[in-house]
């Protein structure tokens, strides 16, 4: 009887493993191999996961660079009118023309900046629900601001892996400045106007840095003034 019975046990064991199609349908059945088979759902869905995400990176680079090439051949008709503005006989309404149509170009470049990709602004940084740029009346004229961050939006891709899927407004429309940057394009090409700069350190001691363009004519021509002020300040 007792065989039988093991025998019995062993049968639905086996009818129970063709029904479901599993061999292990309970962590008795095979404690070892139970506990591999749940580590490796969990690494299969990990991989899962990751494939998700790299696919949702390569969707948001692809409508990026989508966008980048709209801005390039907007920058390419840009220069073409400036040349053409520049060189050659252009009378009156010609000049209008042209400064119309910049103005258009310029309009195209705010809307390709506040493109969106799945209700996210591309170029917001890590701020993708904030709109990034807007125009602004200025006692300069109209100008363009950034209301975004500088951090990019990034994508987990792997266990230890991160990749940078958004490039951030300020990296895309405005240079970074250096100590090699030259002053006349600082402020969207405003320039800084000639003045003082007071300096007073920490002991009360003070300085006057005299910013005048020419003699200088880098941000570094700045940073060696200050430097050179003789006050306990370093820029």
Known sequence: LHDIMSIERRMAKVTNQIATGRRINYFHDDPTSMALTISYETVSHEADNYMRQVNSARSWLDETDSVMQQMSSAIRRTKDLAIKGANGPNDDDSHTAIAQEIGQLIDQMVALGNAQYDGRYIFSGQKVETRPFSKTVTAFGETVEYNGDNNPLTRRVGPSTYIDVSTPGMEVFYPPVTKSTDLSVIKAGDGIPNGDIEIIDKTGAAAT????????????DVINAINGSGVGVFA
């Open 209 to 220: 840095v005299a910013i005048a363009t020419p003699p200088m004519t880098t941000v570094d």
